[in-house]
């Protein structure tokens, strides 16, 4: 469906003919809006991670996988993945892309966010770990 009308050739194009038919516009104007209504986005923000030639998904190697999926995570989350060798701190399993990974407070302030504060654990296992408390 590479011309169809849901392509971003096609709304582009499209968008480009409206701004042109506008009365106060011309195409050089129109040109600098369609910039401005499709920026070009550098290839550092579409976040995308290369996978080793011999890797796959079904190879049973977790902690390449765990490891790689950490590269997503921004900031803090993925230096509490590495300080934990990618692994839940609540199950010990490996924090692979099936399931989100979340920052835990172990002290419960969630105001707290120093590194011997946080924990990264699956998403699960957080809402278990709070459920627990709760019926306590």
Same mark, same amino acid.
């Given at each position: 469906?590479?011309?169809? !009308?849901? %392509?971003?050739?096609?709304? +582009?194009? !499209? @968008? ?9 516009? =011309? !195409?050089?104007? %129109? ?18 991670? =290369?996978?080793?030639? @011999? ?10 996988? %765990? ?23 609540? $199950? ?16 419960? =302030? ?14 699960? $296992? ?8 709760? +019926?306590?």
């Amino acid at each position: 469906m590479d011309g169809g !009308r849901n %392509s971003l050739y096609y709304i +582009q194009y !499209r @968008t480009f003919t409206v701004f042109n038919k506008e009365t106060n516009q =011309n !195409r050089y104007n %129109s040109k600098i809006l369609l910039k401005k209504a499709f920026p070009k986005v550098p290839y550092s923000q579409n976040k995308h991670v =290369n996978v080793k030639g @011999t890797k796959s998904p079904f190879d049973g190697d977790l902690h390449y996988w %765990s490891e790689r999926n950490s590269k997503f995570y921004d900031g803090i989350t993925s230096k509490v993945l590495k300080r934990q060798n990618h692994s839940c701190t609540f $199950c010990g399993h490996k924090l692979l892309s099936d399931e989100r990974v979340h920052l835990h407070h172990l002290d419960g =302030n969630h105001d707290n966010w120093k590194n011997d504060n946080l924990v990264a654990i699956h998403e699960s $296992c957080h809402d278990h770990l709070h459920m627990s408390k709760a +019926q306590a």
